[in-house]
């Protein structure tokens, strides 16, 4: 019965949106204000927002938009990862310790 009647009654009356898409690149040494002072000057799509987390000295950009938006973020990512220059580490969500550890087995 749910599969049969609820679920298809609830999927009708709230449709779900795309996921949103997210773009990642993770920095380290420079400020959170730095980047950001850098960043404000780009036009950002609609409904697509900038985002930091930081934990000094490493610094994660998060470029969030909705999965409409792909090719207009994807666009504008190229100027994101100027800004972030040199001190940029790595680019994706895989994190610095998945990113030590391959390094560390493509060394051996």
Do not use: N
């Amino acid at each position: 019965m749910v599969e049969q009647e609820i679920l298809p009654r609830l999927r009708e009356r709230f449709p779900l949106s795309a996921p949103p898409l997210c773009l990642r690149l993770t920095t380290f040494g420079r400020s959170e204000s730095d980047l950001a002072q850098s960043l404000d000057p780009l036009e950002l799509p609609p409904g697509v927002v900038m985002g930091y987390r930081s934990s000094m000295p490493i610094i994660e950009l998060k470029l969030t938009g909705p999965a409409e938006q792909r090719e207009a973020m994807l666009a504008i990512w190229p100027e994101v990862k100027k800004v972030a220059g040199e001190s940029m580490i790595f680019e994706g969500t895989e994190g610095l310790p998945a990113q030590i550890a391959r390094c560390l087995q493509s060394a051996s």
